[in-house]
């Protein structure tokens, strides 16, 4: 069963095949209720319940026995959330603000595909960036004094469904400019000419990060967030924690290591 969130209190799914309606019936939920919604017949997981208002026709099914928070913002909390979003905000700005020649030549010159290319990712990371920001605003825990709307749902979807593509649309940055990345850090670290064991090696490494990409991509279900149509992404907690940022960071190479090699197999093309 897929399964969306519904502002900071449920998890709900609908239901493949409709069930029995014949059970004592409640108006109100507590935290870690697991329901029946009769009306839209669908099962749904609540995890606060300081939001409830909006239920009725509810048969409750059974009780997550451990703590229903672990729920809502795992280990971060909605602070920690929008601080980090905060954050990456900051660093986009000040990378806009550096790049600021690019965007005042962007009507000039000759634009070949790989052009095109390019500045169609940095322009929809442009507008990615600002939907985040906007939303991000529209559901923040942490200022308080900004109008809230009562469209939680939808800001928040939008806003997830955003993000995603921002980390593969920043990561297909970073491949596009992977060469020009290498130099500076090249001449930053005194890095001495390339060698045969270190290009065999940096592509072993290579080749193993794309491989687990491809696992973590299909494990934490990317392509289904691509499209908006989102899965119940639970993370087990009796796991490493350093395991899930592991997951994205090989998830980030992998659109980044895609469109560095197709880049660079156009311009060996382009050659002939």
Not at 106 to 111: E, L, T
Not at 228 to 247: C, H, I, N, R, T
Request: hydrophobic content about 50%; charged content about 15%.
């Amino acid at each position: 069963m897929k399964m969306t969130r519904w502002g900071d209190r449920e998890y709900y799914g609908k239901v493949a095949k409709p069930l029995s309606g014949n059970a004592p019936r409640r108006n109100a939920f507590k935290n870690g209720d697991v329901a029946f919604l009769v009306p839209g017949g669908s099962f749904a997981v609540f995890f606060d319940d300081t939001g409830n208002t909006g239920v009725s026709d509810l048969i409750v099914m059974g009780t997550v026995t451990s703590d229903p928070r672990a729920f809502a913002y795992g280990w971060t909390g909605a602070t920690w959330h929008e601080v980090a979003g905060a954050s990456l905000l900051i660093l986009f700005i000040v990378h806009t603000v550096w790049s600021r020649r690019w965007y005042a030549a962007i009507v000039k010159g000759h634009y070949g595909v790989r052009r095109v290319v390019s500045t169609a990712v940095n322009l929809l990371l442009l507008a990615a960036a600002l939907t985040l920001f906007v939303t991000g605003l529209l559901d923040s825990k942490l200022l308080a004094a900004f109008p809230k709307t009562n469209l939680d749902l939808p800001t928040r979807s939008i806003h997830t469904f955003t993000a995603n593509w921002f980390l593969v649309l920043g990561a297909v940055h970073l491949g596009l400019h992977w060469k020009m990345i290498m130099t500076i850090l090249g001449r930053a670290a005194a890095m001495p000419p390339s060698n045969l064991q270190r290009t065999v090696i940096l592509r072993v490494l290579n080749v193993a990060v794309v491989a687990y990409g491809i696992y973590a991509w299909t494990e934490r279900n990317i392509g289904y967030k691509l499209t908006g149509y989102y899965s119940f992404d639970f993370w087990d907690f009796e796991k490493s924690v350093l395991g899930f940022f592991a997951q994205y960071a090989v998830i980030i190479c992998l659109p980044a290591a895609f469109a560095h090699y197709v880049s660079k197999l156009a311009q060996i093309r382009s050659r002939r």
